[in-house]
């Protein structure tokens, strides 16, 4: 049963976001906050931290074509970004040091890089008008505090959970 | 980083940025209808997704409910306030109506561009990423949703139906960029109506623009503006919301009206598609199918 364990997080994530989407944008004071989840990308890149590149870039290509086909009609672009987050993070992984402060830093990193990508992918096919000012105050800090709230709730638990896997793996092979 | 620049993932990288561009190049068309996979998919994750929404649905519920009881004193006074006027208003309500019903019969009038049968639905996603202002419903095809029809909740209208698949609709709403997005509109309140497009959306002010009024023609603020029905799609007098600012456009030849919507887009749970009675005109509710065989 752990064997499948991770894609099927992913898959419960998944379905989480657009739930959770729901909810925005929010308003306080006659200003709207808009809060993106990005709790996909964020477990993709503790899977790739934590378990293997190649595993995570899989899933991110899988999820982010299901992504762009039922959600944004564009398609690649998600199947793009998600898999590129995981190579970069794959990267940046090999010469730092592995514990979960570092994990969610560069997780919170990689999610504000992705949101800024996909604003300046918008704003170039001009599907927006928004300013960069406005972007980062009403768009990526909201989501920003929202999704580092959700990781350091739930961060461990994903953490404990690749790990359980991880040393499954081992004992299959050995 | 030498070795990720070896030549065989060079080539793989640019191969996989040229499948990009083509694939994104691809779906930015204005497609009308969806590829056979796209529809597999589209509809396998709706199923997974209504999972999810349904127990989502209910907790908010529970919220509304919540926030609805500590309410209750201040909205039975206000409520109690209106009741008097409103047993006036329906009484003329139904007079009106069985006096209009009665005049069509002479005329021999049947059908109206205002009857329309309503198709209740959920919403079942939000776009998590919200660049896109798209909505997700859980009715399709097999329930009798087609392209380009209008989508409203109790308060008014909300978007129209941008693509549908057998058991999906996707809705793409009013507040959206699009520049092609055009609901033909009406303002009602003076002598007669008068005829503008819904053309955008100031996201700043989060209004919508009513364009193309003849600029001899003399708005007040604070009229309603509803689906004047003559787009070929939309029925007639459906709510969209009220002027709130009159100007005058960028060309100075016809007036501009900044409409509030009547409808909230945030909190978007249980929806109608109006399937109108009359036969539709193909193409989007904006006249360009008449504007085209003028031409």
Same mark, same amino acid.
């Given at each position: 049963?752990?064997?499948?364990?991770?894609?099927?997080?992913?898959?419960?994530?998944?379905?989480?976001?657009?739930?959770?989407?729901?909810? !925005?944008?929010?308003?306080?004071?006659?200003?709207?906050?808009?809060?993106?989840?990005?709790?996909?990308?964020?477990?993709?890149?503790?899977?790739?931290?934590?378990?293997?590149?190649?595993?995570?870039?899989?899933?991110?290509?899988?999820?982010?074509?299901?992504?762009?086909?039922?959600?944004?009609?564009?398609?690649?672009?998600?199947?793009?970004?998600?898999?590129?987050?995981?190579?970069?993070?794959?990267?940046?992984?090999?010469?730092?040091?592995?514990?979960?402060?570092?994990?969610?830093?560069?997780?919170?990193?990689?999610?504000?890089?992705?949101?800024?990508?996909?604003?300046?992918?918008? !704003?170039?096919?001009?599907?927006?008008?928004?300013?960069?000012?406005?972007?980062?105050? !009403?768009?990526?800090?909201?989501?920003?505090?929202?999704? !580092?709230?959700?990781?350091?709730?739930?961060?461990?638990?994903?953490? *404990?959970?690749?790990?359980?896997?991880?040393?499954?793996?081992?004992? *299959?092979?050995? | 980083?030498?070795?990720?620049?070896?030549?065989?993932?060079?080539?793989?990288?640019?191969?996989?940025?040229?499948?990009?561009?083509?694939?994104?190049?691809?779906?930015?068309?204005?497609?009308?209808?969806?590829?056979?996979?796209?529809?597999?998919?589209?509809?396998?994750?709706?199923?997974?997704?209504?999972?999810?929404?349904?127990?989502?649905?209910?907790?908010?519920?529970?919220?509304?409910?919540?926030?609805?009881?500590?309410?209750?004193?201040?909205?039975?006074?206000?409520?109690?306030?209106?009741?008097?006027?409103?047993?006036?208003?329906?009484?003329?309500?139904?007079?009106?109506?069985?006096?209009?019903?009665?005049?069509?019969?002479?005329?021999?009038?049947?059908?109206?561009?205002?009857?329309?049968?309503?198709?209740?639905?959920?919403?079942?996603?939000?776009?998590?990423?919200?660049?896109?202002?798209?909505?997700?419903?859980?009715?399709?095809?097999?329930?009798?949703?087609?392209?380009?029809?209008?989508?409203?909740?109790?308060?008014?209208?909300?978007?129209?139906?941008?693509?549908?698949?057998?058991?999906?609709?996707?809705?793409?709403?009013?507040?959206?960029?699009?520049?092609?997005?055009?609901?033909?509109?009406?303002?009602?309140?003076?002598?007669?109506?008068?005829?503008?497009?819904?053309?955008?959306?100031?996201?700043?002010?989060?209004?919508?623009?009513?364009?193309?009024?003849?600029?001899?023609?003399?708005?007040?603020?604070?009229?309603?503006?509803?689906?004047?029905?003559?787009?070929?799609?939309?029925?007639?007098?459906?709510?969209?919301?009220?002027?709130?600012?009159?100007?005058?456009?960028?060309?100075?030849?016809?007036?501009?009206?900044?409409?509030?919507?009547?409808?909230?887009?945030?909190?978007?749970?249980?929806?109608?598609?109006?399937?109108?009675?009359?036969?539709?005109?193909?193409?989007?509710?904006?006249?360009?199918?008449?504007?085209?065989?003028?031409?």
């Amino acid at each position: 049963m752990i064997r499948y364990i991770l894609p099927l997080i992913a898959l419960v994530l998944f379905f989480l976001e657009p739930v959770f989407g729901l909810f !925005s944008p929010l308003q306080l004071d006659g200003d709207y906050y808009y809060i993106v989840p990005r709790f996909l990308l964020m477990f993709l890149i503790f899977v790739t931290v934590y378990y293997d590149a190649k595993h995570a870039m899989f899933y991110g290509l899988f999820f982010g074509l299901l992504y762009d086909v039922f959600f944004i009609d564009i398609i690649g672009l998600y199947s793009f970004l998600y898999p590129m987050m995981c190579l970069i993070a794959g990267y940046i992984v090999k010469s730092v040091h592995r514990n979960l402060i570092v994990a969610t830093l560069l997780t919170l990193v990689l999610t504000a890089l992705f949101e800024f990508m996909l604003y300046l992918f918008f !704003s170039f096919i001009s599907m927006t008008s928004m300013p960069v000012n406005i972007f980062l105050t !009403s768009r990526l800090l909201p989501t920003m505090i929202a999704n !580092s709230l959700f990781l350091v709730m739930l961060g461990w638990a994903f953490k *404990s959970v690749i790990v359980a896997r991880l040393i499954e793996r081992e004992n *299959s092979k050995a | 980083m030498s070795r990720f620049f070896s030549n065989k993932r060079l080539i793989l990288l640019m191969l996989g940025v040229i499948l990009l561009v083509a694939l994104i190049s691809y779906s930015l068309r204005d497609r009308d209808n969806v590829s056979f996979p796209e529809q597999i998919i589209k509809d396998t994750v709706g199923a997974g997704q209504s999972l999810f929404s349904g127990p989502a649905h209910f907790v908010t519920g529970i919220f509304d409910n919540v926030d609805s009881l500590l309410n209750t004193y201040k909205e039975n006074q206000h409520l109690k306030g209106r009741l008097e006027e409103f047993a006036a208003v329906q009484a003329e309500v139904t007079d009106l109506r069985s006096e209009n019903d009665q005049l069509k019969e002479i005329v021999g009038k049947e059908a109206d561009l205002r009857d329309y049968n309503p198709i209740q639905s959920t919403v079942i996603a939000r776009n998590p990423d919200q660049w896109e202002e798209k909505v997700i419903l859980n009715k399709g095809e097999s329930d009798g949703v087609e392209l380009n029809m209008a989508v409203m909740t109790a308060q008014g209208l909300i978007g129209k139906v941008s693509l549908v698949t057998d058991f999906t609709s996707t809705v793409e709403l009013i507040s959206t960029q699009n520049p092609n997005y055009r609901v033909s509109a009406m303002v009602i309140g003076g002598e007669e109506g008068v005829f503008g497009l819904i053309e955008g959306y100031d996201a700043e002010r989060r209004e919508l623009l009513l364009k193309r009024i003849d600029a001899e023609i003399e708005l007040e603020v604070g009229q309603q503006v509803v689906s004047s029905g003559l787009g070929g799609i939309f029925p007639k007098g459906l709510i969209i919301g009220e002027i709130t600012e009159i100007t005058i456009d960028e060309f100075g030849l016809t007036k501009l009206a900044y409409v509030k919507p009547a409808a909230d887009f945030t909190l978007l749970n249980h929806v109608m598609i109006a399937d109108r009675e009359m036969p539709e005109t193909d193409g989007e509710d904006n006249g360009a199918a008449a504007e085209e065989e003028g031409s």
